[in-house]
């Protein structure tokens, strides 16, 4: 299937590990120009060239931190200086840590509502203006099946994710008539760095080891087994792509079935 991502040029933040990277590789392997940033210059300077090498891709790495707006600004000005445009947007960032209400303080809430809930409003008013512009767009947003069924231990995700949701869906129909879509993509658990991470802290809490908290969730997933990056991916490349061009407003989850609502 073509996806009509060739030309097109696409800015996925978070992209040197994880998720964004697998949305990244897809996006080159399908034609787009990639603008990519993350916070580590090293990692994300060896997943600029792996990326470039195999898919033959033009891609621009910056290091950046989207909780800070001046670099949010520069990220998205090299982008256009260096493309002319931006046609997709992804937005996505490391989640919040781990805790419950009575675990966490304001400073802590503060600093996750500037990495889930404010990166993605930041990003999105940068590339907005361009996309009505041209009357073409697609904005995806990385959120967390946690918005559709709070994940234990995850209040700030659960909370702010939940926010992006609701500006997401709001945007939606405010810019549908432009061309440009809005969707939230929900990843479950998936093989990466960040759930590796909470299983060896959630293991350490409960004195197991994190392969048996590990086949904790995997007894719960009914395909019984964590997802792979590359799943997700493929799934983001069709969501911006010019055969989802009537798909908006919608939070579709990839967790081999571990959502157990109808809708």
């Known amino acids: 299937?073509?996806?009509?991502?060739?030309?097109?040029?696409?800015?996925?933040?978070?992209?040197?590990?994880?998720?964004?990277?697998?949305?990244?590789?897809?996006?080159?392997?399908?034609?787009?120009?990639?603008?990519?940033c993350a916070r580590g210059a090293e990692a994300l300077q060896a997943t600029r060239d792996q990326i470039a090498t195999t898919t033959g891709a033009a891609v621009l790495a910056l290091p950046a931190d989207v909780t800070q707006p001046?670099?949010?600004?520069?990220?998205?000005?090299a982008g256009q200086t260096q493309f002319g445009r931006i046609d997709i947007l992804v937005t996505n960032?490391?989640?919040?840590?781990?805790?419950?209400?009575?675990?966490?303080?304001?400073?802590?809430?503060?600093?996750?509502?500037?990495?889930?809930?404010?990166?993605?409003?930041e990003l999105t008013r940068h590339v907005l203006p361009g996309?009505?512009?041209?009357?073409?767009?697609?904005?995806?947003?990385?959120?967390?099946?946690?918005?559709?069924?709070?994940?234990?231990?995850l209040v700030l995700s659960n909370s702010l994710r939940a926010g992006v949701v609701g500006f997401a869906r709001t945007l939606a129909n405010e810019v549908a008539a432009?061309?440009?879509?809005?969707?939230?993509?929900l990843p479950g658990y998936t093989r990466t760095e960040r759930v590796q991470q909470l299983a060896e802290m959630?293991?350490?809490?409960?004195?197991?080891?994190?392969?048996?908290?590990?086949?904790r969730w995997e007894q719960e997933i009914p395909m019984k087994r964590l997802g792979e990056p590359r799943e997700f991916g493929a799934l983001a490349a069709f969501l911006?792509?010019?055969?989802?061009?009537?798909?908006?407003?919608?939070?579709?989850?990839?967790?081999?079935?571990?959502?157990?609502?109808?809708?």
Do not use: C, H
């Open 1 to 36: 299937m073509d996806l009509g991502l060739k030309g097109k040029v696409a800015l996925v933040a978070a992209a040197s590990r994880g998720l964004g990277r697998a949305v990244a590789e897809e996006l080159g392997a399908e034609g787009a120009s990639l603008v990519l």
């Open 178 to 185: 432009d061309g440009i879509t809005v969707n939230n993509i």
């Open 93 to 121: 960032a490391g989640g919040p840590p781990a805790g419950r209400i009575e675990t966490l303080n304001s400073d802590q809430w503060e600093a996750a509502a500037r990495l889930t809930l404010f990166s993605v409003i």
């Open 70 to 77: 001046e670099d949010v600004a520069r990220l998205i000005t």
């Open 131 to 153: 996309m009505k512009e041209r009357r073409w767009g697609r904005i995806l947003n990385i959120a967390s099946i946690s918005v559709k069924q709070p994940v234990e231990n």
């Open 240 to 263: 911006v792509s010019e055969r989802a061009s009537y798909i908006t407003g919608t939070s579709i989850q990839v967790d081999g079935g571990w959502i157990r609502s109808l809708f």
């Open 202 to 215: 959630m293991a350490q809490k409960e004195g197991i080891t994190p392969a048996e908290f590990t086949a």
